[in-house]
């Protein structure tokens, strides 16, 4: 696919931006105003968190994969489940904030929470800090998960 590891390294925060992306823009269009008259927790986070948090993550995911893509022991396997990961989490934006579908915005978040820890598994012999890259993504979707499913039973 890349010769040049650096340009691998591009075109990977190129591929998983993508998925960044889709999501942000299906949020910026459909968001408003249902999601300010919906009930949230106490422990719902203020909006301005979630950019800077996201696009920490989306970095660590790349870096994460491209560690992975310029192993030499590296699987095709890898890839069908990072790009698939990848789908998935562009979808959940779509779900909840384009079709207002809180309760399958949690099963897409189950989803996504299944392929980190999938992906973790299949980087964990490869790479370690592949492994650790992939963690506070694991954190925040499950604290996102708990978020997920406060926001279904309050609405």
């Known amino acids: 696919m890349f010769k040049n590891k650096y340009i691998s390294l591009l075109g990977f925060a190129i ?11 299906s949020t910026k269009i459909s968001k408003e105003p249902w999601y300010s008259t919906i ?22 995911m790349a870096i994460a994969i491209w560690l992975i893509w310029i192993n030499p022991n590296k699987t095709k396997k890898i890839f069908y489940v990072y790009f698939s990961h990848l789908f998935v989490n562009a979808t959940w934006s779509i779900i909840f904030f384009s079709f207002h579908q809180i309760f399958l915005a949690l099963i897409n978040i189950v989803l996504i929470i299944f392929f980190i820890v999938w992906l973790i598994k299949l980087y964990f012999p490869l790479n370690k800090l592949s492994v650790y890259l992939m963690i506070p993504y694991l954190i925040w979707c499950c604290y996102a998960f708990i978020l997920n499913l406060n926001l279904y039973l309050l609405n």
């Open 15 to 25: 591929i998983t931006f993508a998925a960044s992306a889709i999501g942000g823009f």
């Open 39 to 60: 009930n949230k927790p106490s422990f719902n986070p203020p909006d301005w968190i979630f950019a800077p948090v996201w696009t920490t993550l989306y970095i660590f």
